[in-house]
Each structure stands twice: as C-alpha cells, then as structure tokens.
C-alpha cells in the first residue's frame, strides 16, 4: 500500500494532487502573489494593469455608493482605498478586492436621512463608532470561527440578497434626477441632458467592451464613460447654455478633505457635533447600525469569497478574511470613513481577466488613495448623472435574472411551463420561491433592510427544512414468540418529530415489555427529542411496564450521558458498531485499545454507518491485524511499526 505521494518540483509547496488539504478544509499557503504564482514580470505587469483598470472603476461606484449612504463623496474613497489595502495585504482570499459597498451603503442610507445629493445627513457623527463596532464584532468572528456558518446560508437566500441589493442600488440611483428643493423630477433641458449623459455612460459600460479591439480590453469601460460624459458635460453642454451637475456643485473634493484624519478632530472643512454621542438613545443606534453592518458585511466578503474560489481553484481562508476586514473597518471608522467589505462584481472582473494574487488588488486601493490625495481636482468634473448610468449597469448584472423564470415556472402549470419553452422547464419547490421573493421584498420594505430579510430568508428555510425532515420520521411495529412488542423507528427524532414519536408509543395498551429500535440513520438532535424518551419512559415505569431503547447512536448516547440528571428514568444500549479487518499493517503493542477509543470518540462526531459485508472499506471501518501471521502470533510481531498517521495519510 502507497501511504503518500512526494512532491517534487517547484510547485510542491502549493499544488494539492488529490484534493487532501482543500477537503480537510485547510487553506493553501499563499506569498504575495498566491499559490503557484511567482513574481515574474508577466505576473506583475498583469496584477498592476489589472489593479489599475479596476481602480478606475472603483472609484466611481464609490462615489456613487456615498450618495447612496447619504453622505460625502471623501467619506467612501477613504474607506474604500483604505479597507481593500488591508483586505488585500492580511485577507485570507488573494485575489479579491474590497472597498466602499453598496451592501454597506444600504444599511447606512437607513440610518442617516437625506440631506440632498453628496451632503452629510443628520446623524452621521454616529457612523464612524458604528463602523469600529462593526470592525470590533467582526474581530470576534474571526477570533470564534463563525465564518463557518456561511454554509447556513440557503442558495434561495443569496439570491434573493443579490436581487434586494440590485434594486436597494437602482432606487438611490433615481435622486439625482431630482430636485433638493421640491423633491420633485427635474424638468426642462437640464433634465433631459442628464439622462442622456446617463444613457451615453450606461451603453459605453456594457459595449464598449464587445468591440473588438485589443485597446478596449485594456482601457477600463468605466473611466471611458466618465470621459465621454465629461465631454459631453463641457464641449456640448455648458457651451449651448445648459448645465448639469457635476461632483464639484454638490460635494467638492478640496485639500482639506484630501487626507483622512480621525473623526474626532474638527477642523475648517469637517467637524462633527459629537455631543449627543454618549447619549443612551446613540448608542442603541451605534449597536444596532454596528450589528447589521458587520452581518451584511461578513456575509457578502464570504459569499465573495466562494465565488473567487471558484474561478481560482484555491481554498479560502474565512476567518482570516473576516479579521482583514475587522482591522480595516476599526482603522476606517476611526479616520471617519464609511467601512466597507469586499466587492463581488470587482473581485469577479478580476479573477475572469487573470488576476491570481494579492498584488492587483493592492495596487488598485493605492491607486484610489492617490487620485483622492493626490488628483482630487480632476474628480470634481464627474457629472452625477454618469455615476448613476455606470451604477445602472452595475444593477443589471447583479440582479439574477433566472429567478424570474425561476418564479414564473414555480406558479405556472405543467402544460404552461412546457408551451413557454425550456427556460421555464426549471421548477423548485415553491417554498424557496417563496424564500426569493421574502427576501428580496424585504431588503426595500420600509423599516426594513437587506440584513432583516437575510435573517427572514434563512428562518423561513430553516422552518422549512424542519418541516420536510419531520416528515420522514417512520415506524414500524412487531411482536416475537414472547409477546415483545418492538417499535422501530427511522428518521431524525428533535423538535418537530418528538410529539409524533410519544403519540406513536401506547403505554396503556402495549404488553409489559417494549424494546425502541432505533435505526442508523436515527439520531437524538436537541432537548426535546430526550424529554421525549424521558416522558415515554415516565408514563411506561407508572403502569409498571419496562421500556428499553435500543442501538442509541455515538451522538445521541453522548448527549444523553452529559443530561444524565434530566433522563434518570430512561434505559437504553448503544448503537454496536462492527468493525472490519484489513491485513497488512502491524500496531504496536498496545495500539489496537487506542485505536478503538479514538475511533468510538470520532463516531460520536460522524454520521454512523454499519457497513454490509460488501461495503466498501472506510478508515472508520479498519481494526489492524499482522501480516502473513496466525492470530496466535499476531500479538507480537518481530518488528512492530507505528503507521497509523500514514494510513490516514493514504486512504484520505
């Protein structure tokens, strides 16, 4: 038997031939650049015209997730460069950018009012603690490891959190065409300049990379759309009389907001009323906002992170991505920035064009740092209405589309979802249906916000799981020569089931011995599943009858020992767990006992399974024995080996 493969080459460090350590959950050590990546001058020049193309693109969704927040423009770019530097350089996910979200500017936009496009509203001062709160919960989950959790989320859940935040996105878009005084349309030649600015940026995003010439591959669509609205704004607009506004005439970009500087501090161009900050009423709301911006935040970074796993291969690192991006918030929020997380549309331009590492994503907050310092003064040339137009196309392709079809086929009738072709030949159940449409109606109810209908989502599917798990609890009855009345039951036996199974036993009428089975894949899950037992076996002892349960699973005898006090009455035998044999590989003298003991210890963690006798072979399954020796010499081998490291080493 071959108990390890060596690895040889320059690769040995980071390629993983079968898959051992991705399973095992165990993420690959990556450098600067990744695993497998060197730092070659191909890979540097890809990962710096990738960060810069990308930061080009960043930097207008920033801005444009800032009037979201209903805050100032610097607000976002300082947390966005800020954020992705230290996500990009400590995360545990190469490859993935971070910055200024609309996932987060959705949950601030809830919390400060409007005060007019690209001006702070009341109630910003609270942002930046929040923001530190967020950063300080965010440090906990990682220090916990709850980002293991993101596999609770349900598939209907993400969609319907993609497509709340698509339109959560699409709405803020609609103020610019307003006016701050009345709050009405826009009307006149100003208006009809702005959607035409906004069409013209919309239609250069989404074609302009379709052409095919090698220079639009390069060239970001975004900074091309904002380069057409700029001429359109000062070679055709202004000269014919009109005008629309740009970032300077709602929210200029000076000198004095060119640096970050910590919230507290006032000075001619920031200051901010912090007088009512330690107020009772203040800090409910730093704990409620800081709460939903870490869970929304936490949840798209590991949704982000899945998806950039996909494209490249390597396994991630939750809980360190969870801790970059705690560091990140607590410095963002005490230099008054609006935090962020990472950026699921970005990180996917990034990894379908190549990028691999760490490097691109760097380089693009470094890029967004500089032109925020540095090139302020061209930023206030940006019309408005191109922002809203790029922020447009980036709703389009967030927003999933399938699940409208999705939707359709889950209502329509057989005959129907036939007649409409294939695309509505796709029905789930309609409770995730369900779950979608809950979801993403939430995420824009009034009162309510994305991480509210997360959280909604995820109990309806939860419910519903119970549900369904509930109905494949079964029994059956039997009786042998002696008058034994046996009850076998499978399924799951916790809350949902337990009322079922003590409505299944009749103490009064069953003869004076009853005997449970339980099968294999029957397992006590919670408490009420033990006072289940606990009450049957109370009402069987009163009318003096004996009731044992039979084959109680590692998990469920496990549990029921540590709540020995709360089961007294109950009487029951453990699940027997056969074992196979394997010749070939000697213990030490002495190491079968432990083997056993660590065996029954992982079984109590593990999904049972008695092997038939044509079962395939698993390490769960293995007890040793010698080679080519009788059972009277097995017991002292010439030269006894300790491998059982190497034997999980092989068979995993």
Same mark, same amino acid.
């Given at each position: ?84 530097? @230290?996500?990009? %350089? ?9 910055? +200024?979200?609309?996932?987060?500017? /959705? #949950? =601030? ?105 090698? @220079?639009?591959? %390069? ?9 057409? +609205?700029?001429?359109?704004?000062? /070679? #055709? =607009? ?105 950026? @699921? ?308």
């Amino acid at each position: 038997m071959t108990f390890a493969a060596e690895k040889v080459g320059k690769e040995a460090d980071c390629e993983d031939p079968d898959g051992t350590e991705a399973k095992l959950g165990k993420p690959k050590k990556d450098g600067l650049s990744g695993c497998g990546q060197g730092l070659t001058a191909e890979y540097v020049i890809r990962e710096v015209l990738l960060g810069t193309t990308i930061c080009f693109a960043q930097i207008p969704e920033s801005v444009a997730f800032a009037f979201m927040a209903n805050i100032k423009p610097p607000i976002a770019l300082h947390a966005a460069w800020m954020v992705g530097l @230290i996500c990009s %350089v400590f995360g545990g996910r190469p490859g993935m950018v971070n910055g +200024a979200t609309g996932a987060f500017a /959705a #949950i =601030v936009g809830t919390f400060i009012p409007n005060a007019g496009t690209g001006q702070n509203g009341p109630g910003v001062e609270l942002l930046f603690p929040s923001v530190m709160f967020a950063g300080a919960l965010m440090l906990l989950v990682s220090f916990f490891n709850l980002s293991r959790y993101i596999t609770l989320l349900p598939a209907p859940v993400m969609i319907g959190f993609c497509n709340g935040l698509a339109i959560v996105i699409g709405l803020a878009q609609l103020h610019p065409f307003k006016d701050p005084v009345t709050h009405g349309w826009k009307t006149g030649p100003e208006m009809l300049w702005m959607v035409i600015i906004c069409m013209t940026a919309m239609l250069t995003m989404e074609f302009l990379p379709k052409v095919p010439l090698k @220079i639009f591959k %390069v060239v970001p669509s975004s900074l091309m759309a904002i380069i057409f +609205a700029i001429l359109i704004e000062f /070679a #055709i =607009v202004r000269p014919m009389g009109h005008r629309t506004d740009v970032i300077r005439d709602v929210s200029e970009f000076t000198s004095d907001t060119a640096f970050p500087i910590p919230f507290f501090v006032s000075t001619d161009a920031v200051s901010y009323d912090l007088s009512d900050i330690t107020s009772g009423a203040s800090i409910r709301k730093i704990g409620v906002q800081g709460l939903l911006l870490c869970l929304v935040g936490s949840i798209e970074s590991l949704m982000t992170s899945e998806v950039v796993e996909s494209f490249v291969k390597t396994p991630s690192d939750g809980d360190r991505t969870v801790l970059a991006m705690g560091i990140g918030n607590l410095l963002s929020g005490f230099f008054g920035g609006m935090g962020g997380n990472a950026m @699921i549309g970005l990180s996917t331009v990034n990894c379908l064009n190549g990028g691999r590492g760490r490097l691109g994503p760097s380089v693009t907050a470094l890029g967004i740092m500089i032109c925020t310092m540095g090139a302020y003064p061209v930023l206030n040339f940006i019309p408005v209405a191109a922002l809203a137009g790029i922020m447009l196309v980036v709703v389009l392709h967030t927003f999933k589309w399938f699940s409208l079809s999705l939707i359709a086929a889950a209502f329509l009738p057989l005959s129907l979802r036939k007649q409409f072709g294939p695309k509505f030949e796709r029905k789930v159940p309609r409770l995730e249906v369900v779950v979608i449409v809950v979801v993403t109606v939430l995420s824009n109810w009034p009162g309510s916000n994305i991480a509210y209908a997360v959280g909604a989502g995820v109990a309806i599917c939860a419910m519903g799981y119970a549900w369904r798990s509930s109905r494949s609890f079964e029994w059956t009855v039997s009786y042998d020569l002696k008058g034994v009345k046996y009850y076998d039951i499978s399924g799951p036996l916790f809350f949902a089931s337990a009322n079922r199974f003590v409505k299944v036993l009749d103490p009064d009428k069953d003869p004076d011995c009853v005997e449970v089975r339980f099968s294999a894949s029957t397992s006590l899950m919670d408490y009420s599943a033990m006072e289940a037992m606990h009450k049957v076996a109370v009402a069987y002892h009163a009318k003096g009858k004996k009731i044992t349960f039979h084959s109680l699973c590692p998990m469920s005898e496990k549990m029921i020992q540590k709540a020995s006090n709360l089961v007294k009455t109950l009487e029951y035998t453990p699940m027997q767990i056969e074992s196979r044999t394997v010749k070939g590989i000697t213990p030490l003298l002495g190491e079968e006992a432990e083997i056993e003991d660590r065996h029954r210890e992982e079984a109590a963690a593990l999904p049972v399974r008695i092997p038939s006798k044509d079962a395939p072979v698993g390490i769960e399954d293995i007890r040793v024995e010698g080679v080519g020796q009788d059972n009277a010499a097995k017991s002292t081998p010439e030269q006894p080996v300790s491998c059982m490291g190497k034997l999980c080493q092989g068979l995993f």
